[in-house]
């Protein structure tokens, strides 16, 4: 469903005006000029070709900008700058599949926010609608390489869980420090629960955000690692079963790694089983994810269902905010918002936890 529409031969035009301001690039074009028809949460995205004079001669590129939201912003704090730092950094300091990034634009200009350009790269993307699950190349696929794929996507994870954060050379304040990752997580998404609220409490996530503070675990033995934050399937590119790109950092941060592996379960949980299909039979178990996991990065998967719990207080926060722009754009009913099947996996998780669990700080 598309919230924004822009004239694609107006946004070659500004694209081609844009590029010939770079340093080393003269006489460019730009054309293939593509928009994805739900572009504009949080980011727009325009596919385009471009061609120019170089130093080292001709260039032809395969390009996407991505333009920071502007009318329907579902995060309350503006992340847009920061995550082309890190995806810059990861690029060009670790193993971690990623784009090439090559630009960024802070002049609100050219497309009425800011933007960055990066390379497009071309592969598999398992999709959220129809899930992946139902249909599509993966529900396609043996198990074997169900499997292949999976393991995969936890190998792409573990990559960025290894990454030393100060070789990175990330500017100063990149991130905002905290004395305790797992309280500063709580705090953020309780003041991000307010914010999408609008004075009408979410009963159920206040539920899972008071359950959650009630049983936090010690932090990680390890310390802090970077954080994916949107870790799942349909952020990954792969070709041949294999992860050749990581896809959107907008929740990245510092803080317990624990936070993506949790995420990376509840997500897969709800968008399967909890979208009515069968999960699919490659893929191993939440215990044997996190086993792997744990193998992978030398850390422990410790606490597990806590942090499952805290994926889907996460995810349905998010929910709530985008329930309510789609909502008043006449696309969903006003109680999509509170009543999906995130928010209702999210209940499920805390309904399991709230029997069994105690305090165990």
């Not at 592969?123 to 699950?133: F, V």
Request: glycine letters at 8%.
């Amino acid at each position: 469903m598309g919230i924004l529409e822009r004239d694609p031969d107006a946004t070659a035009t500004t694209l081609e005006r844009w590029l010939a301001t770079r340093n080393d690039v003269t006489d460019p074009t730009v054309g293939d000029v593509a928009i994805p028809g739900s572009t504009g949460w949080s980011n727009e995205t325009i596919f385009f070709e471009a061609s120019w004079h170089g130093p080292e001669g001709q260039r032809d590129e395969r390009l996407v900008a991505r333009i920071a939201p502007s009318d329907y912003r579902v995060f309350p704090d503006d992340t847009f700058h920061r995550q082309y730092t890190v995806m810059r950094a990861l690029a060009e300091h670790t193993d971690v599949p990623m784009a090439t990034t090559h630009w960024f634009e802070h002049d609100d200009s050219w497309f009425g926010q800011p933007f960055w350009v990066m390379d497009r790269v071309d592969g598999d993307i398992p999709a959220d609608a129809p899930p992946y699950a139902g249909e599509g190349w993966l529900a396609e696929a043996s198990e074997a390489q169900q499997a292949r794929a999976w393991w995969s996507g936890i190998d792409a994870m573990a990559r960025i869980h290894r990454v030393s954060v100060d070789a990175l050379d990330l500017p100063s304040g990149t991130f905002p420090p905290a004395d305790d990752q797992l309280d500063a997580a709580l705090d953020h998404y309780e003041r991000f629960l307010t914010w999408a609220e609008e004075g009408e409490p979410h009963e159920s996530a206040r539920a899972s955000l008071d359950h959650l503070r009630a049983t936090r675990p010690a932090p990680s033995a390890a310390g802090p690692s970077l954080v994916w934050g949107d870790a799942r399937l349909s952020n990954l590119i792969y070709r041949d079963f294999e992860v050749i790109t990581v896809l959107d950092w907008e929740m990245c941060g510092i803080g317990d790694p624990r936070l993506d592996l949790g995420w990376w379960i509840f997500a897969d949980d709800a968008l399967t089983t909890g979208s009515g299909h069968v999960r699919l039979p490659g893929f191993p178990s939440a215990e044997e994810t996190a086993a792997g996991w744990a193998d992978r990065t030398g850390r422990s998967a410790d606490d597990l269902s806590w942090f499952v719990l805290l994926g889907g207080l996460r995810f349905t926060v998010i929910m709530l905010r985008m329930g309510k722009l789609l909502h008043g754009m006449g696309f969903v009913p006003a109680d999509f918002a509170r009543d999906n099947l995130i928010s209702q996996a999210m209940e499920q998780r805390l309904a399991t936890r709230s029997a069994t669990d105690l305090p165990h700080r």
